[in-house]
């Protein structure tokens, strides 16, 4: 029967990312079989041992990802006190437990991924990714050649400059409106909102069309759609450290003091 360490085993389900379930064994908040565990080494057998957070049992699942496209007036959280409609209100009842990779606000519509997949989730999130995010907005006034450099040359906000980059204008609407298209790589709360308002063209429709390498298509409001095999593993692809092209893997060379053949110990890599 196959082992897996303890805190693999609660990203695989889902729980939380490899780092997070560390803090959570570290904080005693996990038992197997009815013993705390905090050692980090610890491995478990899924089909045999009982896996407890919280006195929750935890089973694994498959990976699990699914394309929402958010509707406007729909808030991205699991419950609302105020009783507002959230998008998990627009999930089959297998996918409740899938956790929504980043948010968008109540008012913005579109691409919406959720997942069970902890460590990716985390990695898609993390800042040094950088992943673009697209988004399509209407917008009050028609940004001319200055606005739109002063998007992609960087503004400042009160939580630190923010820029855009393949910003364009796609279309006139009116006199009054224009439809603009733009990325980002950051996922700062209301972000784009603040950015084209600060450019003196303020948000009055605003739609995310795409998250790294998965674009929302022709998914209708409201509904969702799993992820494909290949659609999940451009995902991975694109929280892979990449490397400038044409470097090569060096190497390390072999200390005096080590015999040949011998094997070197590598430093252990940090998950995502």
Do not use: C
């Amino acid at each position: 029967m196959s082992e897996v360490r303890l805190q693999k085993f609660l990203s695989q389900a889902g729980v939380a990312s490899r780092r997070e379930a560390e803090r959570l064994m570290a904080d005693g908040r996990v038992s197997v079989n009815g013993r705390v565990v905090r050692e980090l080494g610890t491995k478990v057998k899924p089909a045999a041992d009982r896996v407890e957070v919280d006195g929750k049992r935890i089973r694994t699942a498959g990976s699990r990802w699914i394309l929402l496209n958010k509707p406007r007036g729909v808030i991205t959280t699991r419950s609302d006190p105020r009783g507002r409609r959230t998008v998990y209100g627009l999930l089959a009842p297998e996918d409740q437990g899938l956790k929504h990779v980043g948010r968008l606000d109540r008012d913005t519509e579109g691409l919406l991924l959720l997942t069970n997949d902890g460590d990716l989730h985390h990695a898609l999130l993390h800042p040094s990714r950088e992943i673009p995010r697209r988004y399509r907005a209407v917008v009050l006034g028609i940004p001319d050649e200055e606005a739109v450099h002063a998007l992609q040359k960087g503004v400042a906000l009160e939580d630190g400059t923010a820029r855009a980059q393949d910003v364009r204008v796609e279309r006139v609407l009116d006199r009054d409106h224009a439809v603009i298209a733009l990325t980002m790589k950051e996922g700062r709360k209301r972000e784009v909102r603040r950015l084209l308002e600060a450019v003196g063209h303020p948000v009055e429709r605003l739609k995310r069309v795409a998250f790294g390498p998965i674009a929302l298509g022709k998914l209708a409001p409201g509904r969702s759609r799993p992820l494909t095999e290949e659609e999940v593993a451009r995902l991975r692809e694109a929280v892979e450290p990449r490397r400038p092209r044409g470097e090569k893997l060096s190497r390390a060379p072999r200390s005096r003091d080590t015999p040949a053949g011998a094997r070197r110990k590598t430093p252990r890599r940090e998950d995502p």
